[in-house]
């Protein structure tokens, strides 16, 4: 129970994240198009997609349900789960044209564009601090060594 809530937590703490990354995007969308007026369907439709992605989440990258699988395959099971969701968001609250396959064409690039950008720097970011991890973990060992010889 206790890693049920834990969880609950960790999901909704990255919707509060994902959701407030989009506002700050629509918002700089309105500052320079000269919106004034802030939708309350498209804000309302934010907050779910942000729901949805942080379930989404949860589901694909942690060992709350699937258990052992390549990140490649958990990327790949977020994209196929997220991209239908974001979709079907984007129809319902006429963030786009429904009736321009160019703007909805633009839309999917974009959203594997951004996807690409993220994985990139999640990877590069657990490089870096896994080797500042490792770097601590040698100069730990190197200490307890040397603690022991001057026993």
Do not use: H
Not at 72 to 89: D, H
């Amino acid at each position: 129970m206790k890693q049920f809530f834990k969880g609950l937590i960790e999901c909704k703490l990255s919707a509060c994240a994902m959701f407030t990354a989009a506002v700050f995007l629509y918002l700089c969308g309105c500052l320079v198009y000269g919106n004034r007026v802030v939708s309350t369907a498209l804000l309302w439709g934010l907050f779910w997609v942000s729901a949805a992605g942080a379930v989404i989440q949860a589901l694909c990258f942690s060992d709350w349900i699937i258990k052992k699988l390549r990140y490649t395959w958990r990327s790949l099971l977020f994209v196929l789960l997220f991209l239908p969701v974001l979709s079907l968001a984007a129809w319902k609250t006429k963030w786009l044209p429904a009736d321009q396959a160019g703007a909805w064409v633009l839309f999917i690039v974009i959203f594997f564009l951004i996807f690409l950008v993220m994985t990139v720097g999640f990877d590069l970011y657990f490089r870096v601090t896994g080797r500042k991890y490792d770097g601590l973990l040698g100069q730990y060992r190197k200490e307890k060594e040397d603690a022991e010889d001057g026993d």
